[in-house]
DNA sequence: ATGTATGCAAAACATTTGCACCTGG
DNA sequence: CCAGGTGCAAATGTTTTGCATACAT
């Protein structure tokens, strides 16, 4: 029951937020646009703008529900937080997300900005590739 | 002298073009958003339009002359392509870009790609944190 | 009831594009 | 001269915001 989790951010549960939080957690894709998630609703029947979702959005990015990464193409992508960390590696082709998570990386960023002085507060880190998924696009292709 | 790098992408030697290169070859900051280098040419008296700006960068870039970044913010940062390839940290309080190049990071993106199925095309690696820059707002702010 | 949330439309950005005019080779 | 480049304004795509209305507590 999400409802809880709504309630410890300081967040009133409303239909919408249910919603969102739902769509998040049970589509098969983890990583989804506010568009996706907008068209995700309108598809439920649901009557729910797309400046809420966007709203919603960020509110449970504030709360520490869901985490937004800046993909290449100038939009963003949510995903539920399980608090777990993980960075990502995206299909140049069919769009894929897979998520790893290697010590070996995390421990170089430390070392990494205690070397320029800095006081690591986040990272971006994305591979950008081409999947071996048989539907994939480029293999599709020929 | 830049001109022969522009004839040799193919692209005919325009004023606007050797301003911009100018611009990203002078500047004391070498990494700038399009609008920055929109206002640096104003400042420099130049009547060059703004999609002038972005229609160079984006063919400079297809040229491997400049190097487009995305950083947090939804804009785009470009810099001169020096042929080094390098990953960037970004203070958070004072926007100093810094950049680094470490091999065990370099390895170990073709270790997971490889581990995905992925062949790995590009990354993007951007670690955010507060640096120790004396002028920096944060460590002015007491 | 009452402070928050929402829907809608409009605004705000960053970036791209259409088109008539200019310019480099 | 003439293909390609540029300026300007308008179009795009994404995300944010203002405001009157609706809802959770």
Excluded: W
């Excluded at 098969?28 to 703008?49: N, P, Q, V």
């Excluded at 800046?70 to 608090?83: A, C, I, R």
């Amino acid at each position: 029951m999400e409802r809880s989790d709504l309630r410890k951010a300081g967040l009133k549960v409303t239909l919408p937020r249910m919603r969102i939080l739902s769509i998040l957690d049970t589509s098969e894709r983890r990583h989804m646009s506010a568009e996706d998630i907008y068209k995700s609703l309108l598809d439920t029947g649901e009557d729910i703008g797309l400046a809420t979702v966007y709203r919603v959005l960020s509110q449970f990015e504030g709360a520490g529900l869901v985490s937004r990464h800046n993909f290449e193409g100038g939009h963003s992508v949510f995903e539920l937080d399980t608090g777990v960390h993980h960075d990502h590696i995206v299909c140049n082709d069919c769009g894929r997300v897979e998520e790893f998570m290697n010590p070996i990386v995390e421990v170089q960023q430390e070392t990494i900005a205690k070397e320029h002085g800095f006081a690591l507060v986040a990272h971006s880190m994305i591979l950008y590739g081409r999947c071996e998924n048989p539907d994939c696009p480029h293999r599709a292709k020929k």
